[in-house]
């Protein structure tokens, strides 16, 4: 089974609207990792959250890492078409020394 | 703009050829990395180098060869791919934090097709 799990796949909203992504690890984390990826580029790095309850915002995107059920929360309001990309998730795993696990990603479409 | 720099963006090549990938970075990071990414894939992990030293070979084929001329550079030699090698990869670095490799820095990819 995978060890980051990430919901949904995919995702179609209105521009205005809220939304929100999941990742869920099988193992204890010591970092999560929000990245966004245009199609064909390079990721680009959004926000860490290693700390249980811990919460960073960034603009209008908001992550969140709730340690005891090892899940985060991405979280974008008033959605823009700049938004629009692939979200992944990182994270360091308890045992996967120097190594970063990715979800399969979340692919964000926002309509004007 | 992303302080990793990938160079060429996009490379042809046929089967026979030799080519190489390059990647720099001047944050002072201590750890690189080279992954693979096919479309509406996550990163596939290839190599880590930590401290200019060979880290992590993910049981890549020999026909990719990794290099790390110093902490800045890292290069990734080609000879005698498939076509199903064809690509995005990236380079990474990141600063290492208690051995995990904390956030990491993209740069933009070199989209590699094999004919």
């Known amino acids: 089974s995978q060890e980051l799990e990430q919901s949904p796949q995919s995702l179609i909203v209105q521009e205005g609207k809220n939304l929100t992504i999941n990742c869920t690890s099988s193992?204890?984390?010591?970092?999560l990792y929000w990245y966004k990826q245009k199609y064909g580029e390079g990721l680009i790095f959004l926000m860490m959250?290693?700390?249980?309850?811990e919460e960073k915002s960034h603009e209008k995107i908001t992550a969140k890492l709730d340690e005891k059920k090892q899940q985060s929360s991405l979280h974008i309001t008033a959605s823009q078409p700049s938004h629009a990309g692939i979200y992944l998730c990182?994270?360091?795993?308890?045992?996967?020394?120097?190594?970063?696990?990715f979800g399969d990603g979340t692919t964000l479409t926002v309509k004007p | 703009d992303t302080e990793v720099t990938q160079t060429p963006k996009h490379l042809v090549m046929g089967m026979t050829n030799k080519k190489s990938l390059k990647c720099e970075q001047h944050?002072?990071?201590?750890?690189m990395y080279w992954y693979k990414q096919k479309a509406k894939k996550p990163p596939e992990l290839m190599f880590v180098y930590s401290y200019e030293k060979l880290s992590i070979n993910e049981s890549v084929p020999s026909r990719f060869s990794p290099e790390c001329p110093n902490s800045s550079l890292l290069n990734l030699h080609l000879h005698a791919l498939q076509p199903e090698d064809s690509a995005l990869y990236l380079c990474?670095?990141?600063?290492?934090?208690?051995?995990?490799?904390?956030?990491?820095?993209f740069g933009e990819g070199s989209r590699l097709t094999v004919l």
């Open positions: 193992k204890t984390l010591y970092g």
């Open positions: 944050m002072g990071h201590r750890a």
């Open positions: 959250l290693q700390k249980g309850g």
């Open positions: 990182g994270a360091d795993i308890l045992g996967n020394a120097g190594k970063s696990t």
């Open positions: 990474a670095s990141s600063q290492l934090v208690s051995g995990a490799p904390g956030e990491l820095f």
